[in-house]
């Protein structure tokens, strides 16, 4: 036990009171703009942190996270839409009956995208983790793929191509950064149990951990139910903050976007996962200007939209060949580290 | 349903299956030999299809020099690849070097979307493909019969090159175990070279009957047809050059039976690789004729 355990939960939540009352402050006086980045760094911190869960902890390269961001943005979209909604929207065909008929409140929303999202993850586990490495990969890949060429298909559930409109706009920067805290304080509790444990040993050698005794397969099913919990939750937030979605919104291009974030964070550090999270989100609106057209006096340069992309896959592939570990390797935030650092001597 | 219906789907069939294990091909070859799922080989063929349409629409070569030119180019691409990106992960941990692949994949796609724009561009069929050819009630597009008649002659240039050649029997010591080969001599990181200029070659030509096709290419084609040659790939075994070719046509066949005989069920087409794939590696991951296990 830590001798400054106590010290450390105390500032634990005096850095989260510190927080929400920075977040309180850009609440009231921020731009709609600045509210809206926000909000975008607060889902991506859910969706990386969980995603680093089964990626970075577990060491099991799952590409379905754009699976279960579907899952969760379409079960809780469907859930908080009205009935006269539904009518609207569903055109070619109509909604089928539980759905149309329905209307719950935002919270019971979200709480029923996760647990979809979780229930698809345990079927989904029963082949996934029969294979390993690479093949993991591609077997989530393509049922991620699956995922969405079913959402396009089935008209009556999730109106097909066209998507779901005017979803209510309820994600506010309380609930998204309420469920990023939560996200992040659950799954660090996870990690640092004798799961998280057990899941590491998974990770570093998968023959070791059955010699001692861990129950591998069980560990990876409670990995990968357990992000796909938080994905479901944090497409749910998602929808309510974009309040439009549609399949295309759900290829594989999501998975690339997270995947950057916790290769760069260092796969299997939280920490790490949160501040890419954060960069990433700032870093693609400030590098908006490589698409605009800009003016250099002598020479003009139309707009090149896609740019940002190009920038993106050169960093991804720049960080595999000469800095592989990411920006945190597998190493945490702790508070002892800081009170070292600031010459704050604690119990040792 | 009628016999010459179902004869008309197969040939189609086999058609869309050549051009999937034409790139199934470039997909095996390379796990074979390095344990490496080139994500990027299906935009390694998106290239090749516009190297084509500007030789023929920008230098205005003739289109059989102007594929020529798109098959060597790719070989190039391929190097390019192998040297730049993939050598220098080649000691990593096999996920980094998958990762670095995904990096690839996308860089190619958002060069292709910033050069070249996202709009589709027609790709131009040389007459020759065009004509049609009616036999006993059955139409035949030039192109359908072409097709599985060039892959057939690139297979076969390929596993000659793979069995008869040095460098064949290098790309195969390689396979077996890479550090025996390095102590025997053999300049192992060029052998890789060469393997991926043959498999992207391989794609090109897949990619350039493929546009023919559809007749149109954008810079995002590559992405499904690349998914499912790998599902080819596994299909017939990874490593399995043969394989990979008839994994290519059990696919197309598959697929084109699905749409043909169940209509109301061709939105789910692209669902019917990834299901194959699930099955296969469930029930027997070696593949139809799989020696090598998957990890």
Known sequence: ?348 | MELTFFLQQMINGVALGSLYGLIAIGYTMVYGIIRLINFAHGDVMMMGCYFAYFGILMFSLPWWASFAVALLLTAALGVLMDKGAYLPVRNAPRISALITAIGVSFLLENLGLVVFGGRPKGFETPDMFNEVYEVAGLMFPALVLWTPLLTLAILGIILLIIYRTKTGRAMRCISHDMETTKLMGVDVNRIISITFAVGSAAAAAGGIMWAMRYPEINPLMGIIPGFKAFVAAVLGGIGNITGAMLGGLLLGIAEILLVALMPELAGYRDAVAFGLLILILLFRPTGLMGTKLPD
């Open chain 1, 1 to 348: 036990m830590d001798p400054n355990h106590l010290r450390n939960q105390i500032l634990s939540i005096a850095g989260t009171v510190v927080l929400l009352a920075l977040l309180y402050v850009a609440n009231t006086q921020g731009s709609d703009y600045t509210i809206r980045i926000l909000n975008n760094i607060a889902i991506f911190i859910i969706l990386a942190v969980s995603y680093n869960l089964i990626n970075g902890v577990t060491g099991q390269f799952s590409l379905a996270p754009n699976a279960f961001v579907a899952i969760g943005s379409y079960t809780s979209a469907l859930l908080t839409l009205t009935p006269m909604e539904k009518e609207i929207s569903f055109i070619i065909e109509p909604c089928i009956w539980p759905l149309s008929v329905i209307t719950l409140p935002f919270i019971v929303s979200l709480v029923a995208a996760g647990v979809v999202a979780a229930l698809l993850a345990l079927l989904m586990g029963f082949p996934v983790f029969r294979t390993r490495g690479d093949y993991l990969a591609i077997v989530t890949l393509g049922f991620g793929e699956v995922v969405r060429v079913i959402a396009n298909n089935t008209q009556s559930i999730t109106n097909g191509p066209l998507g779901l409109k005017g979803i209510a706009d309820f994600t506010n920067i309380w609930w998204a950064w309420g469920f990023a805290i939560i996200t992040v304080f659950l799954i660090g509790r996870m990690i640092r149990s004798s799961y998280g444990m057990a899941m590491k040993a998974v990770k570093f050698d998968q023959a070791a951990a059955e010699a001692v005794g861990i129950n591998t397969y069980w560990h990876k099913m409670l990995a990968f139910t357990t992000s796909a919990f938080f994905q479901g939750v944090g497409g749910g937030l998602l929808a309510h903050l974009i309040t439009t979605i549609s399949p295309v919104l759900f290829t594989f291009f999501l998975t690339f976007n997270l995947l950057i974030i916790i290769v760069a964070g260092g796969l299997g550090s939280t920490t790490g996962a949160i501040i890419a999270a954060i960069l990433f989100t700032w870093g693609g609106e400030a590098l908006r200007f490589v698409e605009e057209p800009m003016d250099l006096g002598f020479i003009d340069i139309p707009g090149i939209p896609g740019m940002r992309m190009v920038i993106f896959s050169v960093i991804l592939v720049l960080i595999m060949i000469f800095a592989r570990q990411g920006l945190m390797g597998t190493r945490e935030f702790n508070w002892n580290w800081v009170c070292r650092k600031l010459g704050i001597g604690g119990r040792s």
